[in-house]
Each structure stands twice: as structure tokens, then as C-alpha cells.
């Protein structure tokens, strides 16, 4: 079983930015991509970027220029540096273990999940 535990969420003003990170308790965590995504209440589940073990990375488009995905492997650790935030509700940003190598933004490649951290944008 891999836990994952997200951290770095709060409240930020629009504009700011924010870094979460997500450390897991696999010793293979390098074997695998990792994935960021996200849920606001009564909305589905979002994708928002993934990176391969070699660090490759894919983005969804609402993000693509303002995030980055980021990991170190010696850590077991993998960071979504959020940045130029845009006015929101409380979301909820949650990392996932793939289950394999290749960085897919479909959740459906993702066999661990993590609690979630919160993050909220104030205009």
C-alpha cells in the first residue's frame, strides 16, 4: 500500500502563488509518474499535470504556462508549483501515484490517491 500526503495548501489573493508537495511512502516512487489533480465542490474531478519518472511532464490546458510540475526523486516527493492564481472557490488539489512510467492526464492511470489539500483564491 503507497500513502500519499499532500501539503501546501491555504489561502492566497489572487495573483499569488502557492507550492503544494506530496510525499510518498514508496520506496519504488521513481518507477512511477506521478499526477496532480483537483476538485471543486459540486464539479467534477480535474486534471492538472503529470510527470513521468525521467521528468517529462503534460499539462492541462487551464494551466499550461501559470504551473509547474516538479519531483525529486531522492525525496519521494513531487511539487505542483502554482503560479498567477486565479480568483476561486476552495478547491481541493490532490496527487496520484500512476501505474506506470508514462504521464497521463486521465485519472483512470492512477492506482494511489492522496487526501487532498485545500487551496483557496480570494479576489
Known amino acids: 500500500q503507497v500513502q500519499l500526503v499532500e501539503s501546501g495548501g491555504g489561502l492566497v489573493q489572487a495573483g499569488g502563488s502557492l507550492r503544494l508537495s506530496c510525499a510518498a511512502s514508496?520506496?519504488?516512487?521513481?518507477?512511477?509518474?506521478m499526477g496532480w489533480f483537483r476538485r471543486a465542490p459540486g464539479k467534477e474531478r480535474e486534471s492538472v499535470a503529470a510527470?513521468?519518472?525521467?521528468?517529462?511532464?503534460v499539462y492541462a490546458r487551464s494551466v499550461k504556462g501559470r504551473f509547474t510540475i516538479s519531483r525529486d526523486n531522492a525525496k519521494n516527493t513531487v511539487y505542483l508549483q502554482m503560479n498567477s492564481l486565479k480568483p476561486e472557490q476552495t478547491v481541493v488539489y490532490y496527487c496520484?501515484?500512476?501505474?506506470?512510467?508514462?504521464?497521463?492526464?486521465?485519472?483512470?492511470?492512477?492506482?494511489?490517491w492522496g487526501q487532498g489539500t485545500q487551496v483557496t483564491v480570494s479576489s
Open positions: 496520484a501515484q500512476s501505474r506506470t512510467v508514462v504521464p497521463v492526464l486521465s485519472p483512470g492511470g492512477y492506482e494511489y
Open positions: 514508496r520506496r519504488t516512487f521513481s518507477r512511477f509518474a
Open positions: 510527470i513521468s519518472w525521467s521528468g517529462d511532464t
